[in-house]
Structures are given as C-alpha cells and as structure tokens.
C-alpha cells in the first residue's frame, strides 16, 4: 500500500499521514533471535520454539514444514529458514490460531453430560412481535453450528395443516414441511453431532397425526426414536451422530377425546412470554395413554413436568425428562436449590429460555444456567450483542461441533453424596496472562475514512473475562493515535476461580472524544481451549462474521495455583 494517507480538512488543506507497515514488536524480535542462527530460523529451530515457548510437547517437524510450506509464496521465504519478517507473518497467520479446531471431547457420555448450542424460536427473522417467520434464520443457525432447533406448531388458518409462528403475536407464518426440509439439508454441513428439534405443540390430534407423517418421511432413517417410551439415561452424541431427535411435551387429551379425532389441546396462551415454552411447565395428563401412538413415538426427550405434584427438580431413577424454564425463573430458583438444579441436571436435560420482555430478541448471560448445568440456554440467534458473542465464544470449543462436554465438578457427587453449589465461593484456581501485542488488517477491510474523517484510527482494546460473578471484569488499554497499525504491548493478568466456564473477550474500539467509540471488531475465546504462546487471534463484526483481515497478535500464559 501507499506509504502516505491524506485526509480532507476544509476545501484548500489536506493533513498528510506516513502510514506505517506492520512490523515485529520488539518482544518478537527477541524472540527470534533466541531461537535463529544466523540470522534465519531452521525447521529444527522451528519445531523447538513450537514445543518450548508455545506449549505444544507434540509438535513435529511435520507441523514445522507445514508451516514453512505456507509462506512460500512470500518474497521474505528462504529455503535455508525463516527470516524474522517470515516468523512474524507466520505468527500472525491462519496457521497460527488462539484454540485447537478440532472435535477432542470424549462424546461417549449421555447427551446430559454436555452443553448444547441452542436456538430459541429459531423460524424468526427479527424481533419477537411483528418480524417474518421463515427457513432464513433455521438454516443460518445450523450453519453456525446450533444443535438445538426450536419450532413452535400451531394450525393453520383452515385447520387442516401446520405451520410455525410466534403464536399471540402478529408474526407471519410459514408452513413447518418447509421448516423441516430445510433442516434435512442442513443439520449435518456444520457438525455431523446429533440435531434436537424442540416442537412447542399447540395442536389438535388429527394435526399431530399429520406431523408424524411429515417428521417420518422427511428424515426417515436419520430419525432417532427409542426402542422403549421412557429411557434411564441418554443415549451419546457419538453413538447419535447424523441423527435428528425430536423433544416435545407427550401429548395430552380430554377423556371425551378418541385418538385420531380433531379436538383442541389444553395449552393455554400467554401474553407476551414465551407460552410455547411454558407448556412444558403443565402437568401431564394421566390420560397420556390415549395419545396417538405415531406421534408419542417420534419424541426421543420427553419434555415437562413431574406427574403427581411433585417438586421439579424430582429425579425419577426409571426415566429422564426435559424440563424448561424462563431465564427469570432460572434466576429466582437458583437462589435457594443451586446444587438441586446441578444434580438434576446430572442426568436429566434443563432448557432455558429468554423472558418473555425480550420482545427485541436480546439476550440474556448465559453463565447462570451454564454454572448450575443447563444443557439448553435457548439464544435469540438472529441478533448480535455482548451475550451472543460469549455463546459464541463457548461453541467455538471442541472444534465447533455444537458439544461442550461439561466440567467434572457439574458431573460429580462430593464425598456425602451432594452435588456442586454454584453459590459457595471458589479459590483461585489460576491467573490467565493475556498480552495484547499489536493489531492489523483494518486498513484493508475499512475504507480510511470509515473511523475518522480526518485522521488514521485511534485503536484501543478491551479485554475481559465472562464467567461466573467473581472472575467476570474487563480492562483496557490505552489509545494508539493515527495508527492503522497499532502496538500497544500491553499484559493484563485475571485471576480465575472457575476457569473451565470462562470465556475471554476481546473487542477494539476507536477512540472517540465524545465517548461514543466506534466499533472496530470483537472475539470471545474459550479459555479451557486456550493455546499457550503467541498467537493470532482474528476478529469478527458485531454479528459474528469474520473480517478478512482484522486481527490482533496476542500472547496467553496460565499460572496455575498450588
């Protein structure tokens, strides 16, 4: 690019600025020279540095070649090794990322033990009251790698066919043949781990019966259904793989109502909330036997409350269930059956759902229902916002699959047989340096006026952590100004009592006088999935598109408590 940039000021005068060419921070340079003989840095140089300072014990001189093979094509490559141009660029390339991009959970336990990329009313184009319904919104979701697909069932306006909605509202409808055809094409192109789609049943008989028809011959074979009605333990995602599961309320009728006759269910609509979802909260009809058995077949996760009055939080030995709550209701139970939720949740599956005031699709923080085990934490997917990104950021784990397999303290019993409480405080259990290096690409992806009409940008960084009450903060660094280049080289350290549900944020801003800083890209990073070292760390826009080009050089380091 062209070494000067000038900006318009008035009509007659333009202000000239040098730009200056992305190069190695001194901390770099020191580096390189550690590890290069004269002047280059050999394959065997290579794989030690890979080993030594970027914690990596099984690096290879096959991963050392790859990575001289990536920079081939650049003029800075020599034969004999790396110059410290070509180190730097590898350092700040696409083989050079923050976490691992592979699937490396063990997914052999029951769905239970994981955590879920869960979609909430997935068929919306906006917001909750007014926006188009539509196959757009379900199929960007399964390409982002959602898991979990919600589609709320209502008849249509002759009664004689099914389409999806946000009942109670002004939301158009589209026809759920369509929903469902556009989650065979796409559930398995983002992951090939089992797709749950949730239905929120607001239908007669003779409807359900029709649904049973369109679920059985759209999916055919990938249609998982137990061999038995109740299970004692779900089945795994591995042994699941490339298989669709419907979770639904089992239907319930009057006693005046026959299978297969037409007739009016008992849910009851809500105002503005989420009434799909309160459904689930409804005792179940002892009348159930008399459910179509076609439809009472299709449903894998049997979804509701506990027959007989008993508490919700009741663990049946012979059967698990799914059960769903509001995030207030999460919320306001949490305070006094915390470790009761995580031993629910230690075989059973906990959906949580946005409020029903959420009538802009927002959402919520995910960590509450993450620390006491909620395997579903439902997410408007079709906004953007400091919570999307940190669901984001936790799937970005074990290689996108949509599975997070849960920490072992939400897994295991104490020696008294009691479950993990959310609410006792923790130790520190390590401090996480982070160091922010430099950042790069904005000039290539913005147009140079796009921060500042006059000037280059004046980038600043905001680095924090989302996790449980104690280890959540954020911090900052200092304005570089005019640079479209910035180096900061500044380290900030967290402490970290639960680290295994923390997520680290990064987001630029460009400095503004006035106090509204523009937005210059965001990350959230799974810190259980962390790669020690330096690294690249490219950024993404506010609705989680990666920029081709924008990304920050930053260091990472764990100081383990003992």
Request: hydrophobic residues 35%; contains cysteine.
């Amino acid at each position: 690019m062209s070494n000067k940039q000038s900006f318009k000021v008035c009509f007659c005068f333009k202000r000239i600025f040098r730009l200056k060419v992305a190069e190695p921070p001194e901390e770099i340079k020191n580096l390189f020279n550690q590890y290069a003989e004269n002047g280059t840095i050999t394959i065997d140089n290579l794989q030690n540095f890979l080993i030594e300072f970027q914690g990596e014990p099984n690096a290879t001189k096959e991963d050392a070649q790859a990575i001289f093979n990536s920079l081939r094509h650049l003029n800075i490559f020599q034969r004999k090794g790396l110059h410290l141009d070509a180190f730097f660029r590898y350092l700040l390339g696409d083989l050079n990322p923050p976490f691992y991009s592979k699937v490396h959970h063990d997914m052999n336990a029951p769905l239970a033990h994981y955590f879920l990329f869960t979609g909430h009313n997935s068929y919306l184009t906006g917001n909750q009251l007014s926006s188009d319904s539509s196959v757009h919104p379900i199929i960007n979701a399964l390409l982002q790698g959602v898991r979990v697909i919600e589609l709320d069932l209502w008849p249509n306006s002759k009664k004689n066919g099914v389409e999806v909605r946000h009942g109670g509202t002004l939301t158009s409808p589209v026809e759920l043949i369509k929903c469902l055809r556009a989650i065979k094409d796409n559930a398995f192109i983002a992951s090939e781990y089992p797709v749950v789609i949730t239905f929120e049943d607001h239908l007669p008989s003779n409807l359900q019966a029709k649904v049973a028809k369109m679920v059985i011959e759209t999916f055919g074979d990938t249609l998982y259904s137990p061999r038995s009605e109740f299970i004692m333990e779900f089945p795994s995602p591995d042994s699941l793989k490339r298989r669709i599961l419907i979770s639904t309320k089992p239907p319930e009728y009057h006693e005046s109502q026959r299978p297969r006759e037409s007739g009016a269910t008992d849910n009851k609509d809500n105002e503005l909330d989420d009434q799909d979802d309160q459904d689930d909260q409804d005792d179940q009809d002892e009348d159930e036997e008399n459910a179509i058995p076609e439809y009472k077949q299709l449903i894998a996760i049997h979804a509701g409350k506990p027959k007989g009055g008993l508490d919700i939080w009741h663990i049946d030995p012979i059967k698990v269930r799914r059960l769903s709550l509001s995030e207030q209701e999460l919320e306001n139970a949490t305070r006094t059956r915390g470790s009761d939720i995580v031993r629910f949740t230690q075989r059973n599956l906990l959906r949580v759902y946005p409020k029903g005031t959420r009538l802009d699709s927002s959402n919520y923080d995910p960590m509450l229902g993450w620390t006491h085990g909620a395997q579903m934490v439902a997410f408007n997917m079709q906004g953007y916002g400091k919570h999307l990104w940190i669901m984001n950021g936790m799937f970005r784990a074990n290689g996108g699959c949509g599975y997070v397999k849960k920490p072992d303290f939400l897994l295991a019993l104490g020696p008294n047989n009691e479950a993990f409480d959310p609410n006792e405080p923790l130790p520190v259990k390590t401090n996480l340096k982070v160091k922010v290096y430099m950042g790069e690409g904005w000039h290539s992806d913005f147009h140079h006026t796009h921060f500042d009409l006059y000037s280059p940008p004046d980038f600043f960084v905001r680095v924090g952590i989302a996790g449980v009450p104690n280890d959540t903060k954020m911090m900052e660094t200092s304005p570089i100004e005019d640079q479209w280049v910035p180096v900061w080289n500044k380290e900030f350290i967290f402490p970290l009592s639960v680290p295994e549900l923390a997520v680290l944020r990064v987001e630029v801003k460009e400095y503004d006088t006035s106090g509204k800083h523009d937005f210059g890209g965001q990350t959230c990073l799974p810190i259980p999935e962390l790669r020690t070292g330096i690294r690249a760390v490219p950024l993404h826009n506010r609705r989680g598109q990666r920029y081709k080009s924008v990304r920050l050089l930053m260091g990472f380091d764990f100081d383990y408590a003992e």
